[in-house]
């Protein structure tokens, strides 16, 4: 049973950069997941799709600022440049399964 | 652009079944499948089922399995997901997602999002 972990909470300042983190449970390492973003009280937002060595694709409109990476059983969403339009809920996602989301707070 | 527009928020009692609409612009919808996911309140997000809006064909979760049906108007470019024997723990917001890739002829499809609905909130509550 594929499951994905991310950290319930971060945090980061105005301006600097902040790296999240999606594990995809044991078995799983090359499944590429999905990012996306959830503004408060607004519906979600697709960020990119991140495949297992790496490369990825941005959705319509994503700024240069939004970029991922993986390594192993990790996937990471690096935000830089933090704007205060960047708090919000971060889900990672593959086919069927999302992982818990990460509340981001920009300080 | 590619628009996904949703289906007002409704109220119903236990028991009863809510149907909700997702209606697509600035694609060709039988191209893509679309699916159907929900978020209860202070939960995780949660996918439902999907169609293929080419030839109709729906896979749901297995939690779901019996009690949702997801449909499609492909002269309306709109699906629908129908949950019946509704309880208070569905109560939740509801959002139809588009998936990422081009149905291919053999009916493949990503499982991957990358246009999402408004959401429609349905409360359950006697």
């Known amino acids: 049973q594929l499951v994905l972990t991310q950290s319930p909470s971060a945090s980061a300042s105005l301006g600097a950069s902040v790296k999240l983190t999606c594990t995809l449970s044991?078995?799983?390492?090359?499944?590429?997941i999905a990012w996306h973003q959830q503004q408060p009280e607004k519906g979600p937002r697709y960020l990119m799709k991140?495949?297992?060595?790496?490369?990825?694709s941005k959705g319509d409109g994503i700024p240069d600022r939004f970029s991922g990476s993986s390594s192993g059983a990790e996937r990471y969403l690096t935000i830089s440049s933090l704007q205060s339009e960047d708090e919000a809920d971060y889900y990672c996602?593959?086919?069927?399964?999302f992982g818990g989301g990460t509340k981001l707070t920009v300080l | 652009q590619v628009q996904l527009v949703q289906s007002g928020a409704e109220v119903k009692k236990p028991g009863a079944s809510v149907k909700v609409s997702c209606k697509a612009s600035?694609?060709?919808?039988?191209?893509?499948?679309m699916h159907w996911v929900r978020q209860a309140p202070g939960q995780r997000l949660e996918w439902m089922g999907w169609?293929?809006?080419?030839?109709?064909?729906?896979k749901y979760s297995q939690k779901f399995q019996g009690r949702v049906t997801i449909t499609r108007d492909t002269s309306a470019s709109t699906a629908y997901m129908e949950l019946s024997s509704l309880r208070s723990e569905d109560t939740a917001v509801y959002y139809c997602?588009?998936?990422?890739?081009?149905?291919?002829?053999?009916?493949?499809?990503?499982?991957?999002?990358?246009?999402w609905g408004q959401g429609t909130l349905v409360t359950v509550s006697s």
């Open positions: 997602a588009r998936d990422l890739a081009r149905i291919t002829t053999s009916g493949y499809y990503s499982g991957y999002f990358d246009y």
């Open positions: 600035g694609y060709t919808f039988t191209s893509y499948a």
């Open positions: 169609i293929n809006a080419g030839n109709g064909n729906t």
């Open positions: 044991s078995g799983h390492s090359s499944y590429a």
């Open positions: 991140l495949n297992s060595d790496g490369s990825h």
């Open positions: 996602q593959t086919p069927g399964v």
